[in-house]
C-alpha cells in the first residue's frame, strides 16, 4: 500500500483490475477518493488515487495475484465512507471465487450468476439462441477442419485468450474455453449502462488489434464513439435490451461484436465497466461532467438511469476520441526523462514509473487523442505513436545525456 495524499471524509471508492487508471481517473471527476488496486502503479493512477495496492504477482508475468488482491480488498474494507469495490479487466479467471468471499467489501457490479449467465459459453451462446440474437458458428469439439476457426479461454480478456484452432493442443484446454468460427466485419463495441432490465446505449467504438507473437487479435485499443446506421443501432438496442432482461446486467457493461453494416454478430459480453468509457468522457464532457463511473455507481446503488439529457448530447458528440496501446519494440528501462515527458504530455496516458523494467511487447503506455472525426483521430494516433516511439530512443540513456540532447 502506498498513501499518495492526505485523507479526507469524502467517500471512498475501490478499484480493482490489471490497470485502475481509467477507473481512476473517471472516480476523481465524481470528486470520490481511490483506492486502486493494479499491478502497474503507473504515476496517472497514483495522481488520481489516495491510495494504491500492488496486486501483481511479482514474477514478471502482467497477472494478478489472487491472494494480494482479496488481502487488499480486506483492508480497503476498513476505508471511511466506502461504497464498495469496482473490478476491471483481468479479474474475469477470479470472480466466481471473489463474490463467495467472505469479509470483503460491497462489490458493485453483476453478481455471480449475472456474470455466469453471460461468460461460460454454453450458456451464453445457448441464451443468444433462445433471443434469437446472431453470433458466429461455436463448437465445444475440436473442428473438423480447424481452418478459419478460433480458441477462445472463456474466462480471458484483452485478446491474449484468443488463439487459431490448430494450436489447442490437450483436451483440458478444450475444456476451459470453445472454438468459434472467424466471422465477417468490423470488430466494434457498445457500452451501455443496465438498468432494472433494460440497456441505455451510451455509444459504439472500433475496436484495434494488433499481432504479437502468435496472438493475432490482442487488443490495442479503440476509436469512438462512431456513427453506426439507424437500422443497425436499433438491431443492437434490441438485442441488449434482451440480454439485460433475462440476465439482470446492472451497472456499465460492454458488447463486443461484429458487423458489416448491416449485420450484428456478438461475440461476448464484458459485465463490467470497458476502458472504452474513457473515449465517451473526452468526447461528450457535457454529457458526463460527473464521469461515466459516477452513473455506474447510481444504476448499482440506486437502480438509477442516465438521464435522457445526457444521452442525447452523447449521441451528439463534440468530438471523437481514441486510444491505442503502445507496445514496447525492445526491451529497455523506464529513464526518469522519458516518464517525465510523458507525464507531462496530455496524448499519454498509463505512463510508467522511472525504473520500470519494460520487455519487449509488452505495454509502455496508452496513446489518447480527441480530434473532430475518426480518421483525424488516427492520424493523431499515428503521430503520437511516432512521438513516443522516438522519445524511447532518445530518452533511453542516463538522465542526464538525455536531458542535455534536449536542452
Given at each position: 500500500m502506498k498513501p499518495h495524499r492526505p485523507l479526507t471524509h469524502a467517500p471512498f471508492v475501490a478499484l480493482a483490475g490489471l490497470s485502475a487508471r481509467w477507473l481512476a481517473q473517471s472516480a476523481a471527476r465524481a470528486s470520490l477518493h481511490v483506492a486502486a488496486l493494479d499491478i502497474f502503479g503507473d504515476r496517472d493512477t497514483r495522481e488520481a488515487a489516495e491510495l494504491w495496492f500492488d496486486i501483481g504477482r511479482g514474477d514478471g508475468a502482467l497477472a494478478i495475484d489472487r491472494a494480494r488482491l482479496v488481502d487488499a480488498l480486506a483492508r480497503v474494507a476498513h476505508l471511511p465512507g466506502l461504497l464498495g469495490w469496482i473490478g476491471g479487466s483481468g479479474l474475469e479467471p477470479l470472480m466466481p471465487d471473489l463474490c463467495r468471499e467472505p469479509g470483503l467489501p460491497r462489490f458493485l457490479g453483476n453478481g455471480a450468476g449475472t456474470i455466469a449467465a453471460v461468460r461460460e459459453p454454453r450458456r451464453f451462446f445457448a441464451l443468444l439462441d433462445a433471443l434469437r440474437i446472431a453470433h458466429p458458428a461455436v463448437s465445444f469439439e475440436p473442428?473438423?477442419?480447424?481452418?478459419?476457426?478460433?480458441?477462445?479461454?472463456?474466462?480471458?480478456?484483452?485478446?491474449?485468450?484468443?488463439?487459431?484452432?490448430?494450436?489447442?493442443?490437450?483436451?483440458?484446454?478444450?475444456?476451459?474455453?470453445?472454438?468459434?468460427?472467424?466471422?465477417?466485419?468490423?470488430s466494434l463495441s457498445a457500452l451501455f449502462i443496465g438498468v432494472r432490465g433494460r440497456a441505455h446505449l451510451i455509444g459504439f467504438a472500433e475496436q484495434l488489434t494488433c499481432a504479437t507473437g502468435d496472438l493475432r487479435f490482442v487488443h490495442a485499443g479503440s476509436i469512438g464513439p462512431i456513427d453506426l446506421p439507424p437500422t443497425l443501432v436499433a438491431h443492437a438496442q434490441l438485442a441488449l435490451d434482451a440480454l439485460c432482461a433475462r440476465t439482470g446486467l446492472v451497472g456499465i457493461n460492454s458488447c463486443d461484436?461484429?458487423?458489416?453494416?448491416?449485420?450484428?454478430?456478438?461475440?461476448?459480453?464484458?459485465?463490467?465497466?470497458?476502458?472504452?468509457?474513457?473515449?465517451?468522457?473526452?468526447?461528450?464532457?457535457?454529457?458526463?461532467?460527473?464521469?461515466?463511473?459516477a452513473c455506474h455507481l447510481d444504476a448499482c446503488r440506486h437502480a438509477h438511469a442516465p438521464s435522457a439529457a445526457s444521452l442525447a448530447l452523447a449521441r451528439a458528440p463534440r468530438w471523437r476520441a481514441g486510444q491505442r496501446v503502445l507496445f514496447a519494440q525492445r526491451p529497455f528501462n523506464v529513464s526518469a526523462a522519458f516518464s517525465d515527458a510523458c507525464l507531462r504530455d496530455p496524448q499519454c496516458r498509463d505512463v510508467p514509473t522511472p525504473g520500470t523494467r519494460i520487455d519487449v511487447a509488452q505495454p509502455v503506455c496508452t496513446l489518447h487523442v480527441r480530434a473532430a472525426s475518426a480518421d483525424a483521430v488516427r492520424g493523431a494516433l499515428d503521430a503520437q505513436h511516432e512521438r513516443v516511439v522516438q522519445r524511447i530512443e532518445t530518452c533511453d540513456e542516463p538522465d542526464h545525456a538525455c536531458l542535455h540532447a534536449h536542452s
Open positions: 473442428p473438423a477442419t480447424p481452418e478459419g476457426w478460433l480458441f477462445k479461454r472463456a474466462d480471458g480478456c484483452g485478446g491474449t485468450h484468443i488463439r487459431a484452432a490448430d494450436a489447442v493442443g490437450s483436451t483440458s484446454d478444450c475444456a476451459h474455453g470453445y472454438f468459434q468460427r472467424i466471422g465477417q466485419g468490423r461484436f461484429l458487423s458489416d453494416g448491416t449485420t450484428f454478430e456478438v461475440l461476448e459480453i464484458n459485465a463490467r465497466p470497458s476502458s472504452t468509457l474513457a473515449l465517451y468522457e473526452t468526447a461528450s464532457p457535457d454529457a458526463w461532467p460527473a464521469g461515466l463511473l
